[in-house]
Nanobody
Framework: EVQLQASGGGLVQAGGSLRLSCAAS????????IGWFRQAPGPERGYVAC????????YYAGSVKGRFTISVDNSENTVYLQTNNLKPEDTSVYYC?????????????????WGQGTQVTSPA
Protein backbone atom coordinates (compact mmCIF):
# COMPACT_ATOMS: atom_id res chain seq x y z
CA GLU A 1 0.00 0.00 0.00
CA VAL A 2 1.39 3.38 -1.02
CA GLN A 3 1.36 6.03 1.68
CA LEU A 4 2.66 9.58 1.61
CA GLN A 5 3.23 11.75 4.67
CA ALA A 6 3.90 15.47 4.23
CA SER A 7 5.44 17.52 7.00
CA GLY A 8 7.63 20.53 7.68
CA GLY A 9 5.14 23.35 7.33
CA GLY A 10 4.98 26.25 9.73
CA LEU A 11 4.79 29.97 10.25
CA VAL A 12 7.69 31.96 8.82
CA GLN A 13 8.12 35.62 8.07
CA ALA A 14 8.28 36.79 4.49
CA GLY A 15 11.74 36.15 3.12
CA GLY A 16 12.24 33.09 5.28
CA SER A 17 12.63 29.41 4.38
CA LEU A 18 11.08 26.06 5.17
CA ARG A 19 11.94 22.56 4.05
CA LEU A 20 8.90 20.42 3.40
CA SER A 21 9.21 16.64 3.47
CA CYS A 22 7.16 13.93 1.79
CA ALA A 23 7.98 10.56 3.34
CA ALA A 24 6.84 7.64 1.24
CA SER A 25 6.22 3.98 1.88
CA UNK A 26 5.13 1.23 -0.49
CA UNK A 27 6.85 2.70 -3.55
CA UNK A 28 10.22 3.25 -5.13
CA UNK A 29 11.08 6.75 -6.31
CA UNK A 30 12.75 5.17 -9.32
CA UNK A 31 9.31 4.22 -10.62
CA UNK A 32 7.13 7.13 -9.50
CA UNK A 33 6.72 10.76 -10.45
CA ILE A 34 6.27 12.97 -7.39
CA GLY A 35 4.51 16.31 -7.45
CA TRP A 36 3.94 19.08 -4.94
CA PHE A 37 0.70 21.05 -5.08
CA ARG A 38 -0.76 23.73 -2.85
CA GLN A 39 -4.22 24.95 -1.98
CA ALA A 40 -5.09 28.27 -0.43
CA PRO A 41 -8.64 28.71 0.89
CA GLY A 42 -10.85 27.95 -2.11
CA PRO A 43 -11.48 25.09 -4.53
CA GLU A 44 -8.40 25.37 -6.73
CA ARG A 45 -5.30 23.28 -6.10
CA GLY A 46 -2.23 24.74 -7.77
CA TYR A 47 0.85 23.02 -9.13
CA VAL A 48 4.17 23.83 -7.47
CA ALA A 49 6.88 21.40 -8.59
CA CYS A 50 7.51 17.91 -9.85
CA UNK A 51 10.33 15.39 -10.10
CA UNK A 52 10.36 12.39 -12.40
CA UNK A 53 11.13 8.81 -11.42
CA UNK A 54 14.79 8.45 -10.49
CA UNK A 55 15.08 12.19 -10.01
CA UNK A 56 16.09 12.71 -13.61
CA UNK A 57 14.08 15.85 -14.32
CA UNK A 58 12.54 18.61 -12.24
CA TYR A 59 9.89 21.15 -13.17
CA TYR A 60 8.56 24.22 -11.41
CA ALA A 61 5.63 26.56 -11.62
CA GLY A 62 6.71 29.99 -12.78
CA SER A 63 5.69 31.58 -9.50
CA VAL A 64 8.21 29.50 -7.51
CA LYS A 65 11.01 28.96 -10.00
CA GLY A 66 14.30 30.14 -8.57
CA ARG A 67 12.97 30.07 -5.01
CA PHE A 68 11.85 26.45 -4.50
CA THR A 69 13.85 23.28 -5.08
CA ILE A 70 12.50 19.72 -5.26
CA SER A 71 14.83 16.80 -4.53
CA VAL A 72 14.82 13.12 -3.66
CA ASP A 73 16.72 11.28 -0.93
CA ASN A 74 16.41 7.61 -1.81
CA SER A 75 18.12 6.50 1.41
CA GLU A 76 15.37 8.21 3.41
CA ASN A 77 12.60 7.44 0.89
CA THR A 78 11.70 11.10 1.12
CA VAL A 79 11.09 13.90 -1.38
CA TYR A 80 11.92 17.39 -0.19
CA LEU A 81 10.66 20.80 -1.24
CA GLN A 82 13.05 23.51 -0.11
CA THR A 83 11.16 26.80 -0.06
CA ASN A 84 13.24 29.98 0.09
CA ASN A 85 12.36 33.67 0.05
CA LEU A 86 8.79 32.88 1.02
CA LYS A 87 6.13 35.41 0.12
CA PRO A 88 2.65 36.00 1.55
CA GLU A 89 1.17 34.54 -1.64
CA ASP A 90 2.93 31.24 -0.87
CA THR A 91 0.64 30.77 2.14
CA SER A 92 -1.25 27.53 1.46
CA VAL A 93 -1.67 23.93 2.48
CA TYR A 94 1.00 21.97 0.60
CA TYR A 95 0.38 18.41 -0.62
CA CYS A 96 2.65 15.80 -2.16
CA UNK A 97 1.33 13.35 -4.70
CA UNK A 98 2.68 10.32 -6.55
CA UNK A 99 1.91 8.43 -9.67
CA UNK A 100 3.48 5.65 -11.63
CA UNK A 101 3.85 5.73 -15.37
CA UNK A 102 3.40 9.44 -15.99
CA UNK A 103 5.64 12.32 -16.89
CA UNK A 104 5.60 15.44 -14.76
CA UNK A 105 2.32 17.26 -15.17
CA UNK A 106 0.43 20.06 -13.49
CA UNK A 107 -2.86 18.16 -13.97
CA UNK A 108 -3.57 16.97 -10.44
CA UNK A 109 -6.26 14.44 -11.44
CA UNK A 110 -3.71 11.99 -12.86
CA UNK A 111 -1.81 11.57 -9.62
CA UNK A 112 -2.81 8.30 -7.96
CA UNK A 113 -1.76 8.86 -4.37
CA TRP A 114 -1.89 11.90 -2.10
CA GLY A 115 -0.53 12.70 1.32
CA GLN A 116 -2.26 14.85 3.87
CA GLY A 117 -1.36 18.51 3.67
CA THR A 118 1.07 20.60 5.65
CA GLN A 119 0.30 24.27 6.28
CA VAL A 120 2.77 26.97 5.23
CA THR A 121 2.02 30.48 6.43
CA SER A 122 4.08 33.52 5.52
CA PRO A 123 2.31 36.67 6.64
CA ALA A 124 2.89 40.03 5.06
Amino acid sequence: EVQLQASGGGLVQAGGSLRLSCAASGLSFDDYTIGWFRQAPGPERGYVACITGGGGHTYYAGSVKGRFTISVDNSENTVYLQTNNLKPEDTSVYYCAASQGIACTDYDKVYQYWGQGTQVTSPA
